[in-house]
Every structure is written in structure tokens, then in C-alpha cells.
């Protein structure tokens, strides 16, 4: 035993810790201030009471004879750090009265017996709260109560210093759950593949996993490691706090005996590795292996407990080997689970899916890696609004199924279901990358075939797979688990033969019960792909026409494509829309273009299809599509140009003969127009017309070059000008300025003197008749006898 003399600054106590203050002079370690951040000297091994300069006996090293800790401190077998109360006095790291941790004045023994060695860590070691880590050797080992203290300690600090509870590398048995602390970090030695790691290991065949803190979602909380975000008060004891913004990290947990597999020899309760129930948890660098039903599920309820999972971060994790689903996200409760970061997940093998997304509104999941999972790589199955899949990978051993609108796969490689419906750059079977979206899909799933077979819920619907399937759909009226198949492709066998009559029922494994429900009628769908198609990157977009289980109905199918020009004898940049076939595009029905160029003859200009900018006097072709250009606004265009073609695609009433009109004067909407404003920023292509209304309306041709710089500080005049006045003759086309803007004169078109502005067109052409084309090749054929009989009429050149 080590012992020093030294003066006394104050009052101290027999068996308190003190510090030293300089100058040979001690005072009991009680400031709370110093608590965590000022080191011990010893312990006074007497009381003294200095009125002046009196000398106390310290122990600085060595046993200490005081057994102040007792015989109610002590947990047999246990060697643990030791800190002090808020009086000074030593107690164990494991006592809720520990206030110095985790700044440390000894270690003790399990009798009680104190060894003084002063120290101070940056972090809550959770030996020193007498954990072993020898649980893969020592079968009745537990280390579940001495982690849970170093967390329940790290919560009672609130301070960051201590925050963080340590495992070193070892094998940590745990025999009941672990409750992850408001803000504390669990964190380990790192995810290696080696020895020299930290490990858990829940020991569900021995212990209870049980985490009494009530119903969430109607269910009872199984798991090892919880991170329970509202306040549990006495449902817990001690209680321990919110769990939001905690973090694990850097260790593995492992279910033992494994329970991912049906065969397993023991089959623990239906438990999670890790249940988040807390907002912005984050879990990284992390193994969760074999747990009987999800790696991890994130769960959240609007109803008391109000339960906010929003913002979690999953990162760089491998959950493999569990019974269920690798990564569960809102299955059990997704009111208020949403928005959450899921980067470089890989689950895989896991027994029904690899990544399961229900999230509330939606999440993004970045670099993940799905493979072999006995169900599905990817599930977004409906319940969550629009999730992204950014370059994420899912082996072909599984498919992936996005049935959330608007939900979007960008990059990557993921083989996903014929039904499903995504935005997103991504593969689509064996051909190149494309963005693809189905407006309607089928809500069945395609029975799945894997090894092992796979767990189906009560209620879940199906349809046979193989070829077309037998057009009837089963719905599971008793949950259980498919037969699975024995190393055999699934395409191949494995699939019970389905009886085709509705309310037969067929019988599986483990309870399951399938019972035919109803037809399983056909619908037609519609697929956008935009993106690069057969490699050709001039293609913008593509639109056909699809089955239910997205493929072609015939090789011949056709779709309208548009896509850019590039060169002779094409115009370089102008964008063309073409019926298709077979990858074959015919002769251009309709043309946009970027560039300014002018129409192509023959080309038929659809609603809001302009060619080139209408401020500069080019040609166009445009298509009224009700009444007639006096009374119908035509796309965005509020006035015409002379030698504007306007084709009426349905006729009015009151000129039944009339199948288009030609602009002779430029002119424009007066009803389309608002009254002009003195100090108002128009922009170009707006139309005015003045007090008092004079028979015609002005065009914002084009802003007045100089100061101000900025358009949007480019405003009309203090007064309307004065050439606008009705006793000043007018102009058509001449400009007029008006302070920063230069305005054109057009005639008004809805002043029946104007009428005379557009000339109509009559029929001139025989009657066209609807077509009765049975193939592609009798479409475009009756398409371009359309094309000469309005070239006939004099609408075409």
C-alpha cells in the first residue's frame, strides 16, 4: 500500500476520494464540475476537520483495507471499475450512484475488495462494468447486465464525455435485451473478419427477449438490442429515456443457436436482431446474423406511446441469414417511419427479403447489395409513398418488386417483377439501361419458387408463375411456408399444381392453405422509356403499348419514339416523333425542334408541337383543338403570325365546311389580353391592349437593350404611349417603345373587323374513313393516304 501525508484544504471525510489541489494539498472530489474531467489522487484514509494547516493520510495505490463498498454492493464473480457518489464516497460502476464515471479511483473485486489506481477514460468501458466476453466458450456466461449498466450509466452522465460505451473485441453473451440509451453510442472494435472483434451473441435458446415495455403495432417487442424512442416511465425499470440520435456501430450480433433457417434445432420466439423505434438512430458498420425473424426492423405508431422512427440511417451493414427480412422498414407500424438513409446495406440470404420498404414517405437507399434471399431481393410493396434506389445491385437468384408510385431506381442492376412500377434508369431484362414507368399494374404476385422455401403471410395473393400461369389468383387463408424445391431452377419445378377452380384450396407446409379466389383477368398497360434504347443515345423517349406482365404482346408491337436528329439528310437537331415497329421507325408523323428550324414537309404538327420561336415570324402548324381560332385558345399561342397553319382536328358547329384556317396579318387574342400597367415587368410573347380599346392589341416583342441589366427590372412607362390613342392611325408589325420595352402592333382578333385576319380553308379532300387496319404495315399505309389527302386539301405541302 502506497500512502502519502498530505495537507488538508478542507473538511474531508474518512474513505473519500480527493484531489489534489497543488502544493502537497488535497480536497475531496466532490465539485460536480470535476466530476468526469479531473483525475483522483487517492483515497483519505482518515477524517479531518482543518481549522488550520492539518495533514491527512492518503492512499494513492494498492488495497484498500476500508471495504466500504459491503456486502450489499457486491455481485459474486464480478471485477469492476470504481467511481464515487456525489458525496465522495466509493462505489461500484454499476450502481446508480455512481456519478464520477468515467473517471475512475480503483477496480474492485467480487468481495468488495478495492484496488486504488487512479484513471481516467474518454469512454464507458464495458469491462469495467464487469463484462467478460467469453461467451462463445462459456455457455452460462452473460454480459447482458453489465452492458445494459454502462448504457444506463452513459445515460445518467447526459454529458458527451462518456457518451460512448466501448466493447473491446471478445464474445459478449447476452441472455435478455439490451436498451440503447437516449443519444449513447454503443460502439465496438470494428467489423473485421477476424477474431479481433466484438461480438454479441443473444443467447435465445437459454434466456428471454421479452422487452416488457408493451404493444407497439399490437405486438409484443421481441429482439436483442432495442432502441425505443418515447419515454417508457415505468413500463421499464430503471427507466431509461428516449433513444433518439443513438448509434451502433462497429460490432456484430449474431442470434445462437442460428435461427435463419426452418431446420434450425431450435426455434427461439419470432425475434428481431435489432428493433428501432426512435428518430434519427443511426446503425453502422454492423453484422446481424441468423435471428429468427428480421435482421432489423424500424417500426413507428401514431397512437399512444406516439412512437417517430423518421430519419434513421442504416450504413455500410451486412444482414444475412435471418428468417425473415434482412432489413424490415414499416411492416409492424409506418405512421410515422419516414425519410430514413439506407447506404451499402447487403442482405442477403435472408429467408423472404433481402430489403422489405414500407416506409411512411418514402426513403432513399444508396449502394445496397441484395443476393439470395428466399423471397425477394427488394420489396416496396404499396404502402410507401415514392422511395429512390440509387445504384443498387440485386443478384438474379431473387427478384425485386416496386409496387409504390413513383418510386425511383436509378442505376444499379436489379432484376425486378414484370408487374412492377418505378421511375428510374435502370436494367430492364437483358437490355441496356432505360427510364421506365407502368401506369398500371397487376397487385398479385407471382408465386415464388426458392430452395428452402418461402413464409407467406395470411392474406397474401398469388398466381402460378410457369408459362402464362393458369389465369386464376390464391389468396392464403392460414399462414405457413412454401415447399420450396431441391436445387432445381424455379422456372423448372417446384411450383404445386394449382387447382383452377375458385374456392379449391391447396395445402402447403408449416398450416399454409391457398384457396382460389377469382380470375386473374389480363390489363393493358402503358410503358414510358426514356434514356438510351439499344444503345442509341439520340433516342429521348419511347411509348408502347404492354401486357400486365410488362412485355411486348407481339414482337411487332408498335410504339411512337422521338428522338434527335443529328445530320443529312436529316436537319441536325430537330426532334422527330415516329410510329415504330420491331425497332424499325417509319417515316416521321410529327416534328419539334430546338434550333429554329423550319416545317418539314409532310409533317403533321400535334397540340403545342411549334416550330421554332413564334417571336421571330417562322412558319408554323398547330391543331385547334375545339371551336375555331376566334373563340378557342390554341396551346399557349395568343396570336398568329401571317402563313400559320391552323388544322381544326374537331370541327365547330356553325362551319361545318371549315378543316383549318391561314393567317393573312398578324393578329392576336384580345380577350387573351390584359389591360396594360404602367412600371410592370411583362414577359416577351405578352399581350396588352390599351384604355380606351382602339381594334387592336400589342405583342411584347423584345426588351430594349442597356440599363438595367436584369430582366426582371425591364418595366413599362409611367403612361400608356401616346401612339396607342384611338384618334392615331396604327401600324400592324411596326414597334413601339414604351420605357425598357419595345411592343409590336397586332390587329385584334376579336373584333369582328378583324375577322378577315384568318382565311378559312374548306374541305376539299374526300371523306376520310375510319381505318381498318388489322397490322402496322396497313396503319402506316392508311396514315400516309391521310398525309396525301391533305396535301390535296392544300393543308400540306
Request: contains cysteine; hydrophobic residues 35%; negative net charge.
Given at each position: 500500500m502506497d500512502t502519502e501525508n498530505m495537507k488538508a484544504a478542507q473538511h474531508i471525510t474518512a474513505g473519500q476520494a480527493v484531489r489534489t489541489t497543488g502544493s502537497g494539498t488535497v480536497t475531496p472530489a466532490i465539485e460536480p464540475e470535476k466530476l468526469h474531467t479531473s483525475p483522483f489522487f487517492g483515497v483519505a484514509l482518515e477524517t479531518v476537520d482543518p481549522p488550520h494547516n492539518v495533514k491527512v493520510?492518503?492512499?494513492?495505490?494498492?488495497?484498500?483495507?476500508?471495504?466500504?463498498?459491503?456486502?450489499?454492493?457486491?455481485?459474486?464473480?464480478?471485477?469492476?471499475?470504481?467511481?464515487?457518489?456525489?458525496?465522495?464516497?466509493?462505489?461500484?460502476?454499476?450502481?446508480?450512484?455512481?456519478?464520477?464515471?468515467?473517471?475512475?479511483?480503483?477496480?474492485?473485486?467480487?468481495?468488495?475488495?478495492?484496488?486504488?489506481?487512479?484513471?481516467?477514460?474518454?469512454?464507458?468501458?464495458?469491462?469495467?462494468?464487469?463484462?467478460?466476453?467469453?461467451?462463445?466458450?462459456?455457455?452460462?456466461?452473460?454480459?447482458?447486465?453489465?452492458?445494459?449498466?454502462?448504457?444506463?450509466?452513459?445515460?445518467?452522465?447526459?454529458?458527451?464525455?462518456?457518451?460512448?460505451?466501448?466493447?473491446?473485441?471478445?464474445?459478449?453473451?447476452?441472455?435478455?435485451?439490451?436498451?440503447?440509451?437516449?443519444?449513447?453510442?454503443?460502439?465496438?472494435?470494428?467489423?473485421?473478419?477476424?477474431?479481433?472483434?466484438?461480438?454479441?451473441?443473444?443467447?435465445?435458446?437459454?434466456?428471454?427477449?421479452?422487452?416488457?415495455?408493451?404493444?407497439?403495432?399490437?405486438?409484443?417487442?421481441?429482439?436483442a438490442i432495442a432502441l425505443v424512442g418515447y419515454a417508457t416511465g415505468l413500463a421499464m425499470t430503471p427507466p431509461r429515456g428516449r433513444a433518439d440520435y443513438a448509434v451502433l456501430r462497429q460490432l456484430a450480433l449474431h442470434s445462437i443457436p442460428a435461427q435463419g433457417m426452418p431446420a434450425a434445432t431450435f426455434q427461439a420466439p419470432q425475434m428481431d436482431g435489432i428493433r428501432v423505434m426512435a428518430t434519427g438512430a443511426c446503425i453502422e458498420r454492423m453484422s446481424v446474423v441468423s435471428f429468427r425473424r428480421n435482421g432489423i426492423e424500424i417500426s413507428s405508431n401514431l397512437d399512444a406511446p406516439a412512437v417517430d422512427a423518421s430519419g434513421v440511417q442504416i450504413r455500410d451493414c451486412l444482414l444475412t441469414s435471418n428468417g425473415q427480412n434482412g432489413l424490415d422498414m414499416g411492416s409492424l407500424g409506418n405512421d410515422n417511419a419516414s425519410n430514413m438513409l439506407i447506404m451499402n446495406v447487403s442482405a442477403t440470404a435472408n429467408g423472404r427479403d433481402g430489403i422489405c420498404d414500407n416506409s411512411r414517405l418514402g426513403s432513399t437507399f444508396v449502394s445496397c447489395h441484395t443476393a439470395a434471399n428466399r423471397r425477394r431481393n427488394y420489396s416496396c410493396d404499396g404502402k410507401t409513398r415514392p422511395s429512390v434506389y440509387v445504384g443498387c445491385y440485386g443478384e438474379a437468384d431473387a427478384p425485386s418488386v416496386f409496387k409504390s408510385r413513383n418510386t425511383a431506381v436509378i442505376g444499379g442492376d436489379i432484376d425486378t417483377t414484370s408487374d412492377s412500377v418505378f421511375w428510374g434508369f435502370n436494367s430492364l431484362g437483358k437490355g441496356p439501361s432505360a427510364l421506365r414507368v407502368v401506369n398500371d399494374y397487376s397487385k398479385v404476385h407471382k408465386y415464388w419458387i426458392a430452395e428452402t422455401g418461402v413464409d407467406i403471410e395470411e392474406g397474401e395473393e398469388q398466381t402460378p408463375q410457369k408459362g402464362p400461369g393458369n389465369g386464376y389468383v390464391y389468396r392464403a387463408t392460414h399462414a405457413g411456408h412454401t415447399r420450396g424445391v431441391n436445387g432445381l431452377?424455379?422456372?423448372?419445378?417446384?411450383?404445386?399444381?394449382?387447382?383452377?377452380?375458385?374456392?379449391?384450396?391447396?395445402?402447403?407446409?408449416?398450416?399454409?392453405?391457398?384457396?382460389?379466389?377469382r380470375k386473374n383477368e389480363p390489363q393493358v398497360t402503358t410503358s414510358n422509356t426514356l434514356g438510351s434504347y439499344n444503345e442509341d443515345p439520340t433516342i429521348i423517349h419511347d411509348f408502347q403499348i404492354v401486357t400486365v406482365d410488362g412485355k411486348l404482346q407481339l414482337a411487332g408491337d408498335s410504339l411512337f419514339r422521338t428522338q434527335v436528329q443529328t445530320g443529312p439528310p436529316a436537319i441536325k437537331g430537330r426532334v422527330a416523333v415516329s410510329l415504330i415497329s420491331g425497332g424499325v421507325s417509319f417515316p416521321p408523323t410529327y416534328y419539334q425542334t430546338a434550333y429554329e428550324n423550319g416545317p418539314f414537309p409532310g409533317a403533321l404538327m400535334l397540340p403545342e408541337a411549334w416550330i421554332g420561336n413564334y417571336i421571330y415570324g417562322e412558319r408554323r402548324i398547330c391543331v385547334v383543338t375545339g371551336g375555331n381560332p376566334y373563340n378557342a385558345r390554341v396551346g399557349s399561342c395568343n396570336f398568329y403570325r401571317?402563313?400559320?397553319?391552323?388544322?381544326?382536328?374537331?370541327?365547330?358547329?356553325?362551319?361545318?365546311?371549315?378543316?383549318?384556317?391561314?393567317?393573312?396579318?398578324?393578329?392576336?387574342?384580345?380577350?387573351?389580353?390584359?389591360?396594360?400597367?404602367?412600371?410592370?415587368?411583362?414577359?416577351?410573347?405578352?399581350?396588352?391592349?390599351?384604355?380606351?380599346?382602339?381594334?387592336?392589341?400589342?405583342?411584347?416583342?423584345?426588351?430594349?437593350?442597356?440599363?438595367?441589366?436584369?430582366?426582371?427590372?425591364?418595366?413599362?412607362?409611367?403612361?400608356?404611349?401616346?401612339?396607342?390613342?384611338?384618334?392615331?392611325?396604327?401600324?400592324?408589325?411596326?414597334?413601339?417603345?414604351?420605357?425598357?420595352?419595345?411592343?409590336?402592333?397586332?390587329?385584334?382578333?376579336?373584333?369582328?373587323?378583324?375577322?378577315?385576319?384568318?382565311?378559312?380553308?374548306?374541305?376539299?379532300?374526300?371523306?376520310?374513313?375510319?381505318?381498318?387496319?388489322?397490322?402496322?404495315?396497313?396503319?402506316?399505309?392508311?396514315?400516309?393516304?391521310?398525309?396525301?389527302?391533305?396535301?390535296?386539301?392544300?393543308?400540306l405541302e
Open positions: 493520510k492518503v492512499q494513492v495505490s494498492g488495497l484498500f483495507t476500508l471495504r466500504s463498498l459491503g456486502p450489499d454492493r457486491v455481485v459474486p464473480g464480478r471485477f469492476g471499475a470504481v467511481g464515487i457518489n456525489s458525496s465522495g464516497q466509493l462505489v461500484r460502476a454499476t450502481s446508480e450512484e455512481c456519478v464520477s464515471a468515467p473517471n475512475w479511483i480503483g477496480d474492485c473485486d467480487a468481495s468488495g475488495t478495492v484496488t486504488i489506481r487512479p484513471r481516467r477514460d474518454t469512454r464507458l468501458n464495458v469491462l469495467d462494468f464487469g463484462a467478460v466476453g467469453n461467451g462463445k466458450t462459456d455457455e452460462h456466461a452473460d454480459d447482458a447486465d453489465a452492458i445494459q449498466s454502462a448504457l444506463d450509466c452513459a445515460m445518467r452522465l447526459d454529458t458527451t464525455d462518456g457518451s460512448v460505451v466501448y466493447l473491446p473485441p471478445g464474445e459478449y453473451r447476452i441472455k435478455r435485451p439490451l436498451v440503447i440509451s437516449k443519444g449513447c453510442i454503443l460502439e465496438g472494435a470494428g467489423l473485421a473478419r477476424h477474431d479481433e472483434t466484438s461480438r454479441i451473441l443473444a443467447d435465445v435458446e437459454s434466456g428471454n427477449f421479452n422487452l416488457n415495455i408493451g404493444a407497439v403495432g399490437g405486438e409484443i417487442v421481441y429482439c431452377p424455379p422456372e423448372k419445378k417446384g411450383m404445386p399444381d394449382f387447382p383452377p377452380v375458385v374456392d379449391a384450396e391447396l395445402a402447403e407446409l408449416d398450416g399454409l392453405v391457398w384457396k382460389c379466389v401571317p402563313g400559320d397553319l391552323l388544322v381544326n382536328a374537331v370541327r365547330g358547329q356553325t362551319d361545318p365546311d371549315e378543316i383549318g384556317w391561314w393567317v393573312k396579318a398578324a393578329c392576336g387574342r384580345g380577350k387573351a389580353a390584359s389591360v396594360w400597367a404602367r412600371g410592370k415587368h411583362y414577359q416577351i410573347g405578352d399581350i396588352v391592349k390599351p384604355t380606351p380599346a382602339n381594334r387592336f392589341v400589342y405583342l411584347l416583342h423584345a426588351y430594349k437593350p442597356g440599363d438595367p441589366l436584369d430582366p426582371h427590372l425591364k418595366v413599362s412607362g409611367p403612361s400608356q404611349p401616346l401612339s396607342w390613342n384611338p384618334d392615331v392611325p396604327q401600324q400592324v408589325e411596326a414597334l413601339t417603345d414604351d420605357n425598357h420595352l419595345k411592343w409590336m402592333t397586332l390587329y385584334d382578333l376579336d373584333d369582328p373587323a378583324n375577322k378577315w385576319c384568318i382565311e378559312p380553308l374548306p374541305q376539299r379532300a374526300e371523306k376520310q374513313t375510319k381505318s381498318n387496319a388489322t397490322s402496322i404495315d396497313q396503319l402506316k399505309n392508311d396514315f400516309n393516304a391521310l398525309l396525301d389527302k391533305m396535301r390535296k386539301a392544300n393543308l
